[in-house]
Structures are given as C-alpha cells and as structure tokens.
C-alpha cells in the first residue's frame, strides 16, 4: 500500500472514530445530567478525573515505543519491532498489580475513615474499580501500537475506537435505565476486557509474528526508551492536567455543577481539536517512517499539509462557537447548562492556540526527537492549574478560562522556542543530517 494509500485511509479511519467520539460526548451531557442531575453528573465527572489522568500520562512508553517500532518496521527489522513491543508489554503490564494495591489500600484508607472529600468518600468503591480499569484501558493499548507500526494505522483506529465506541453507548443505555456509577463502571470494565482480546486476536491475524510474550523483552531496550518516554509523557502529562486537573479545580472552587457547565463547553472547543487530528494521527506513523528512510521532501509536503488543515478548521471553530455557541448549548442540554458568551469566547479562543502548539508538537512527537520540551510543557500545565484557582475564586468560569487560555500561549512559546533552536532536531541517528537541515519554517 502506497504513502497516500495509507494517508487515505487512515484519515478516513480517523473521521469515524472522531465522528463516534462526538456522537458520545455529545450525547453524554443530555443523557447523563437527566438521569443523574447536574450535580451528581459534576462529581462524576471529578471522580473520573483521577483515574482518566493515570490512563493518559501512560508514563510515555507507549508513544515512545510506537514512533521506535514504526522506524524499524520501515527498516524492515522485524526482530527490533517484536523486541520493543515485548518490553514495553511486560512494562505496562506491571501497573495492573499496582492499581489493585493502590484500589485496597484506597478501600481499606476509607475503613478506617480517612478524610476524604465527601463526593470521594460516596463513591469510594466507584474509585477503586475505576483505578484498576484505568490500568486494563492503559494495557489495552498496546496492541494498537502494533497495528499502527506496522502500516495498519486503519484497522487498528477502527477497531480500538468502535470498541470504544461500544463500550460508551453501552454505559450510557446502564446510566439512563438508572444504574449507580458503580455499576456503569463494571460494564466498562467487563467490555474493555472483551475487546482488548479481540483486538490481539485481530492483530495477530495482520501479523503473526508480532505476539505478546517475555522471550524478547529487554531490560536495556527499556532503558533505552526511559528518555523518549518520559519527553512523550509531557504532551498526555500536560493534557491530563489541562483537561482533567482543571475539571477538579472547577468542582472544588466552585461547585460540581460549575464541573458540568464547564466540561459541557469543553466538550464543543475539543470537537474541532479533534478534527484537526483526522488528517494529523493518521500522518504520524508516515513522518516517523518517511524520517527513517530520510525522505526529506515528503516530511515537508506532511508538515504543511497538517499546518493548512490545523489552521483552516480551528480559526473556522471559533468564529462557529462564538457566534453560535450559547444558542447550540441551550438548545444541546435543554436549557439545563446555560453560559456566558463571553466564558464561552475564552474557552474557543484556548481551543485555538491549544490546537496549534499541539500538532506542532506532534510533529516532533512522531520522531522521539522531542526531549527538550518535556519538563516546560509540564510546568506550563502545572502553572495553568495553579493560576485556574486563583482565577476561579476571584472571577468564577471566566476566570479559569482566562487561566487556560495563558497556558496553553505558555506552552506554544516553549514549542515554538524549541523548534527555533532547532536543538530537539539534533540527532546521532542516520537521519540526523536531514532534520537538522529542516528548519523551523519548514515544520
């Protein structure tokens, strides 16, 4: 299958899943604020915040491990591809066994009547089970990163993501026949387990060489991954605390149905981030093979496309979300969440610069060839949650999106400042010569 082939088809891959994921978001607020009430659909929203952060940081293995995987699928060495993939297997593997512990030790913390926050101590056997679930959705990842690196980027979203996509309409239909979160996060779990086995089996089906195991696993190749990984964990690091961390500052500051009103408008701004990741994820497994052939002209003719596409539907989300915005949101949850027009502006405008410093960095991503942005972009995001609760106490909604909207500026100048040392470019690899004539208006 040809580049554009695979781009193709990818991008199309891409557009479905986006579209189920919308279809879930979208549908989640009217279904679950009706059976649960806004208030308790905001603390189930902050319960969800502490497990989701876990799942998303995935310590950056993962990301890492794919990029190296797919470079050396591109080289046609297969015995590295089944090395990498068994050692971070055998990694990701041991968080399970530690999840459980942390879920007992949560358990047995709430016997003994530790202090937790009232919404906490509530759900606390609804806490324990998302932990380990988190740990499992976490696990599960590693067979997409198998499809994906081996030039099956489209099966492997289609497959991941409808399962996803099934596992969300079916924990909806639990939630609005009245179900307790306890019980909807059972049906999850029982779900997700169904579908990662399917999906190895589905894998192994495209390449039987590739398989699960200890043979090949490495201590040195783990090793080797440490800094890559824990540069790629940056961008999940700092999404966990953008997204995540600042729907417990709003629950916490202000109020749980402050948490839904928030999350709601997120939910439309994240929409159009995730259009422009159609044409961006399904790129990235050809920059990091285009960059291990050396192909330097194709690695330009990807970055500008990306650009064009990242500008054009970002700069059109916003003039959408600030004209239509407050009509959509009354009209989306039936006049249960109503917000500001100009809450909603400042959360389009975040929308805006977060998209760009965030595929400028994928970029870089794709070829592990982003180490120096690592510690900034975490401490932009930590500094983001940080100033939200000042800002939520002292101007409300309005004020917390002011706080997101400095952040994510913080974070594209550390971007942009690093792609204009060209520094992150550098190196010792074959291909070193040809990302260091790339410069930063080329990317």
Not at 34 to 44: D, K, L, N, R
Not at 54 to 66: R, V
Not at 140 to 168: M, N
Request: with cysteine.
């Amino acid at each position: 299958m040809s580049v554009v082939s695979r781009l193709v088809s990818g991008t199309a891959a891409n557009a479905l899943s986006i579209t189920m994921s919308a279809i879930l978001q979208l549908a989640a607020v009217p279904i679950l604020t009706s059976a649960w009430g806004v208030s308790q659909y905001g603390v189930w929203l902050m319960l969800t915040t502490i497990p989701t952060y876990f799942a998303l940081t995935d310590l950056g293995f993962i990301q890492a491990a794919t990029a190296d995987m797919t470079m050396h699928h591109a080289r046609n060495e297969k015995e590295s591809v089944v090395r990498v993939f068994q050692s971070t297997a055998v990694l990701i593997s041991l968080l399970i066994p530690l999840s459980a512990l942390a879920a007992v030790s949560l358990l047995l913390a709430n016997a003994f009547d530790f202090p937790f926050a009232s919404w906490i101590s509530g759900n606390i056997a609804t806490l324990a089970l998302l932990i380990i679930y988190s740990a499992v959705a976490l696990f599960s990842r590693i067979t997409l990163s198998g499809f994906r690196s081996t030039g099956h980027y489209a099966h492997g979203t289609l497959a991941y993501d409808g399962s996803s996509f099934v596992e969300g309409v079916i924990v909806l239909a639990v939630a609005w026949s009245g179900a307790n979160f306890f019980v909807c996060i059972a049906v999850q779990f029982a779900g997700r387990c169904i579908s990662m086995t399917i999906l190895y089996i589905l894998m192994r089906r495209f390449e039987p060489w590739l398989k699960l195991g200890v043979r090949h696993a490495s201590r040195a190749e783990i090793k080797r991954l440490v800094g890559p990984a824990l540069s790629a964990m940056s961008v999940p690091a700092t999404l966990a605390l953008n997204l995540q961390g600042m729907v417990l500052v709003v629950g916490s500051v202000l109020s749980p149905a402050a948490a839904g009103a928030f999350v709601a408008v997120r939910t439309l701004t994240r929409i159009f981030v995730q259009g422009v990741g159609i044409f961006n994820r399904a790129s990235m497994p050809e920059i990091a093979a285009a960059y291990a052939k050396g192909n330097l002209r194709l690695l330009r003719r990807l970055a500008v496309v990306n650009a064009v596409i990242a500008g054009a539907v970002l700069v059109l989300g916003w003039l959408f979300l600030v004209t239509f915005g407050p009509w959509l949101m009354h009209l989306w949850t039936g006049g249960k969440i109503t917000v500001d027009r100009s809450f909603l502006a400042l959360m389009a405008l975040g929308m805006v610069v977060h998209g760009v410093w965030f595929f400028t960095f994928s970029f870089l991503l794709s070829l592990n060839r982003h180490g120096a942005l690592g510690l900034p972009l975490f401490l932009a995001s930590l500094v983001t949650v940080l100033a939200a609760i000042v800002g939520g106490t002292y101007a409300g909604l309005n004020g917390v999106a002011a706080s997101a909207v400095a952040g994510d500026v913080l974070s594209l100048f550390c971007v942009l400042y690093t792609l204009r040392r060209r520094q992150s470019l550098g190196s010792s690899e074959p291909s070193s010569s040809l990302m260091s004539d790339m410069s930063a208006e080329q990317l």
